[in-house]
T-cell receptor, first 112, second 112 residues
Protein backbone atom coordinates (compact mmCIF):
# COMPACT_ATOMS: atom_id res chain seq x y z
CA UNK A 1 0.00 0.00 0.00
CA UNK A 2 0.84 3.68 0.03
CA UNK A 3 3.43 5.04 2.47
CA UNK A 4 3.32 8.73 3.34
CA UNK A 5 6.21 10.26 5.27
CA UNK A 6 5.98 13.73 6.80
CA UNK A 7 8.74 16.03 8.07
CA UNK A 8 9.47 17.67 10.39
CA UNK A 9 7.51 16.22 13.29
CA UNK A 10 7.78 19.53 15.18
CA UNK A 11 8.35 23.04 13.92
CA UNK A 12 8.67 26.33 15.76
CA UNK A 13 8.69 29.66 13.95
CA UNK A 14 8.51 33.30 14.93
CA UNK A 15 5.29 35.12 14.17
CA UNK A 16 5.49 36.57 10.68
CA UNK A 17 7.98 34.00 9.40
CA UNK A 18 7.17 31.26 6.91
CA UNK A 19 6.66 27.58 7.70
CA UNK A 20 7.21 24.66 5.33
CA UNK A 21 6.10 21.08 5.90
CA UNK A 22 7.11 18.33 3.49
CA UNK A 23 5.59 14.97 2.63
CA UNK A 24 6.69 12.15 0.38
CA UNK A 25 4.57 9.32 -0.96
CA UNK A 26 5.43 5.98 -2.51
CA UNK A 27 2.53 5.08 -4.80
CA UNK A 28 2.82 6.78 -8.18
CA UNK A 29 -0.91 6.11 -8.69
CA UNK A 30 -1.84 8.56 -5.92
CA UNK A 31 -3.52 11.59 -7.40
CA UNK A 32 -5.14 13.59 -4.60
CA UNK A 33 -3.20 15.26 -1.79
CA UNK A 34 -5.10 17.08 0.97
CA UNK A 35 -3.72 18.90 4.00
CA UNK A 36 -5.56 18.94 7.30
CA UNK A 37 -5.15 21.18 10.34
CA UNK A 38 -6.00 19.84 13.77
CA UNK A 39 -6.16 22.11 16.78
CA UNK A 40 -5.75 20.63 20.22
CA UNK A 41 -8.75 18.50 21.16
CA UNK A 42 -10.52 19.23 17.88
CA UNK A 43 -11.26 17.33 14.71
CA UNK A 44 -9.01 17.53 11.62
CA UNK A 45 -10.21 20.09 9.09
CA UNK A 46 -9.19 20.46 5.46
CA UNK A 47 -7.19 23.60 4.75
CA UNK A 48 -6.05 23.01 1.16
CA UNK A 49 -5.75 20.21 -1.35
CA UNK A 50 -4.10 19.57 -4.70
CA UNK A 51 -4.63 17.09 -7.49
CA UNK A 52 -1.93 15.52 -9.61
CA UNK A 53 -2.77 17.56 -12.69
CA UNK A 54 -1.49 20.81 -11.13
CA UNK A 55 1.85 21.75 -9.60
CA UNK A 56 0.84 24.49 -7.19
CA UNK A 57 -2.24 25.88 -5.49
CA UNK A 58 -2.62 28.94 -3.29
CA UNK A 59 -5.25 30.16 -0.87
CA UNK A 60 -4.32 33.44 0.80
CA UNK A 61 -1.37 32.66 3.13
CA UNK A 62 -1.37 28.94 2.39
CA UNK A 63 0.08 27.20 -0.65
CA UNK A 64 0.76 23.62 -1.62
CA UNK A 65 3.27 22.44 -4.21
CA UNK A 66 3.43 19.02 -5.83
CA UNK A 67 6.35 17.33 -7.58
CA UNK A 68 5.00 14.15 -9.15
CA UNK A 69 8.37 13.05 -10.48
CA UNK A 70 9.96 13.16 -7.06
CA UNK A 71 6.74 12.06 -5.36
CA UNK A 72 6.69 14.81 -2.81
CA UNK A 73 4.41 17.69 -1.89
CA UNK A 74 4.79 20.56 0.54
CA UNK A 75 2.66 22.95 2.56
CA UNK A 76 3.80 26.56 2.76
CA UNK A 77 2.37 29.00 5.29
CA UNK A 78 3.49 32.60 4.96
CA UNK A 79 3.21 35.42 7.50
CA UNK A 80 2.47 32.94 10.26
CA UNK A 81 0.19 33.95 13.10
CA UNK A 82 -0.29 32.42 16.58
CA UNK A 83 -3.61 30.93 15.46
CA UNK A 84 -1.70 28.85 12.91
CA UNK A 85 -0.34 26.81 15.82
CA UNK A 86 -1.75 23.30 15.40
CA UNK A 87 -0.89 19.84 14.11
CA UNK A 88 -0.86 19.57 10.33
CA UNK A 89 -1.38 16.31 8.47
CA UNK A 90 -0.73 15.54 4.84
CA UNK A 91 -2.49 12.69 3.06
CA UNK A 92 -2.48 10.87 -0.24
CA UNK A 93 -5.27 9.05 -1.98
CA UNK A 94 -5.08 6.41 -4.68
CA UNK A 95 -6.93 6.41 -7.99
CA UNK A 96 -10.02 4.75 -6.56
CA UNK A 97 -9.97 7.31 -3.78
CA UNK A 98 -11.42 4.93 -1.27
CA UNK A 99 -8.38 4.93 0.97
CA UNK A 100 -6.54 7.92 2.36
CA UNK A 101 -3.07 7.48 3.80
CA UNK A 102 -2.02 10.12 6.30
CA UNK A 103 1.38 11.35 7.36
CA UNK A 104 2.27 11.25 11.04
CA UNK A 105 1.70 14.96 11.54
CA UNK A 106 3.72 18.13 12.18
CA UNK A 107 3.19 20.10 15.35
CA UNK A 108 3.59 23.76 14.41
CA UNK A 109 4.14 26.38 17.09
CA UNK A 110 4.09 30.05 16.14
CA UNK A 111 5.88 32.12 18.76
CA UNK A 112 4.41 35.63 19.25
CA UNK B 1 -18.86 21.67 10.57
CA UNK B 2 -20.62 19.13 8.40
CA UNK B 3 -23.50 17.32 10.06
CA UNK B 4 -21.56 14.49 11.64
CA UNK B 5 -21.98 13.24 15.16
CA UNK B 6 -20.28 10.45 17.02
CA UNK B 7 -21.48 8.59 20.08
CA UNK B 8 -20.38 8.08 22.69
CA UNK B 9 -17.82 10.88 22.89
CA UNK B 10 -15.96 9.20 25.74
CA UNK B 11 -15.95 5.60 26.88
CA UNK B 12 -14.04 3.55 29.41
CA UNK B 13 -14.35 -0.20 29.12
CA UNK B 14 -12.61 -3.34 30.25
CA UNK B 15 -10.51 -5.74 28.24
CA UNK B 16 -12.57 -8.45 26.60
CA UNK B 17 -15.84 -6.54 26.41
CA UNK B 18 -17.51 -5.65 23.10
CA UNK B 19 -17.77 -1.99 22.21
CA UNK B 20 -19.79 -0.27 19.49
CA UNK B 21 -19.16 3.27 18.31
CA UNK B 22 -21.70 5.09 16.20
CA UNK B 23 -21.21 7.66 13.47
CA UNK B 24 -24.29 9.54 12.25
CA UNK B 25 -24.42 11.97 9.33
CA UNK B 26 -27.12 14.25 8.03
CA UNK B 27 -25.33 15.14 4.76
CA UNK B 28 -26.41 12.10 2.73
CA UNK B 29 -22.78 11.51 1.73
CA UNK B 30 -22.00 8.21 0.09
CA UNK B 31 -18.63 7.47 1.69
CA UNK B 32 -18.00 6.96 5.39
CA UNK B 33 -14.75 6.10 7.13
CA UNK B 34 -13.47 5.07 10.53
CA UNK B 35 -9.98 6.13 11.61
CA UNK B 36 -8.00 5.76 14.77
CA UNK B 37 -5.53 8.42 15.88
CA UNK B 38 -2.53 7.55 18.02
CA UNK B 39 0.55 9.60 18.88
CA UNK B 40 3.29 9.05 16.32
CA UNK B 41 0.97 7.33 13.87
CA UNK B 42 -1.28 10.06 12.58
CA UNK B 43 -4.65 8.89 11.33
CA UNK B 44 -4.98 5.28 10.22
CA UNK B 45 -7.93 3.90 8.33
CA UNK B 46 -9.77 1.03 9.98
CA UNK B 47 -12.71 0.41 7.65
CA UNK B 48 -14.67 2.39 5.14
CA UNK B 49 -18.02 2.21 3.40
CA UNK B 50 -18.91 3.20 -0.15
CA UNK B 51 -22.63 2.62 0.20
CA UNK B 52 -25.29 0.89 2.26
CA UNK B 53 -24.03 -2.59 3.14
CA UNK B 54 -20.85 -1.95 1.10
CA UNK B 55 -17.78 -1.92 3.28
CA UNK B 56 -14.10 -2.72 2.98
CA UNK B 57 -11.03 -3.01 5.16
CA UNK B 58 -8.45 -0.33 5.77
CA UNK B 59 -4.86 -0.72 6.87
CA UNK B 60 -5.58 -1.52 10.55
CA UNK B 61 -8.79 -3.56 10.43
CA UNK B 62 -7.83 -6.51 12.66
CA UNK B 63 -10.07 -6.70 15.73
CA UNK B 64 -12.71 -4.37 14.25
CA UNK B 65 -15.90 -4.89 12.29
CA UNK B 66 -18.32 -2.41 10.76
CA UNK B 67 -21.87 -2.24 9.54
CA UNK B 68 -23.85 0.23 7.49
CA UNK B 69 -27.55 -0.56 7.22
CA UNK B 70 -28.58 3.03 6.48
CA UNK B 71 -26.91 5.84 4.56
CA UNK B 72 -26.68 7.98 7.68
CA UNK B 73 -25.21 5.47 10.14
CA UNK B 74 -21.86 3.70 10.22
CA UNK B 75 -21.11 1.50 13.22
CA UNK B 76 -17.69 0.38 14.38
CA UNK B 77 -17.54 -2.66 16.67
CA UNK B 78 -14.63 -3.89 18.71
CA UNK B 79 -15.52 -7.53 19.14
CA UNK B 80 -13.38 -8.01 22.25
CA UNK B 81 -11.63 -4.84 23.30
CA UNK B 82 -7.91 -4.90 24.05
CA UNK B 83 -5.67 -2.27 25.63
CA UNK B 84 -4.01 -1.71 22.24
CA UNK B 85 -7.35 -0.37 21.00
CA UNK B 86 -7.19 2.54 23.42
CA UNK B 87 -7.27 5.47 21.03
CA UNK B 88 -9.22 8.39 19.65
CA UNK B 89 -11.60 7.25 16.93
CA UNK B 90 -12.71 9.60 14.18
CA UNK B 91 -15.48 9.08 11.70
CA UNK B 92 -15.28 10.89 8.36
CA UNK B 93 -17.59 11.35 5.41
CA UNK B 94 -17.19 12.42 1.80
CA UNK B 95 -19.55 12.85 -1.09
CA UNK B 96 -17.23 11.96 -3.95
CA UNK B 97 -14.10 9.89 -4.18
CA UNK B 98 -11.43 11.13 -3.87
CA UNK B 99 -12.72 14.25 -2.31
CA UNK B 100 -12.69 16.30 0.85
CA UNK B 101 -13.29 14.28 3.96
CA UNK B 102 -15.23 15.88 6.81
CA UNK B 103 -14.44 14.55 10.23
CA UNK B 104 -16.67 13.98 13.21
CA UNK B 105 -15.77 15.25 16.71
CA UNK B 106 -14.08 12.00 17.73
CA UNK B 107 -14.58 9.37 20.43
CA UNK B 108 -12.00 8.83 23.16
CA UNK B 109 -11.89 5.15 24.09
CA UNK B 110 -9.94 3.82 27.05
CA UNK B 111 -9.64 0.06 27.43
CA UNK B 112 -8.47 -0.98 30.88
Amino acid sequence: GENVEQHPSTLSVQEGDSAVIKCTYSDSASNYFPWYKQELGKRPQLIIDIRSNVGEKKDQRIAVTLNKTAKHFSLHITETQPEDSAVYFCAASNLSGNQFYFGTGTSLTVIP
Amino acid sequence: DAGITQSPRHKVTETGTPVTLRCHQTENHRYMYWYRQDPGHGLRLIHYSYGVKDTDKGEVSDGYSVSRSKTEDFLLTLESATSSQTSVYFCAISDLSPETQYFGPGTRLLVL
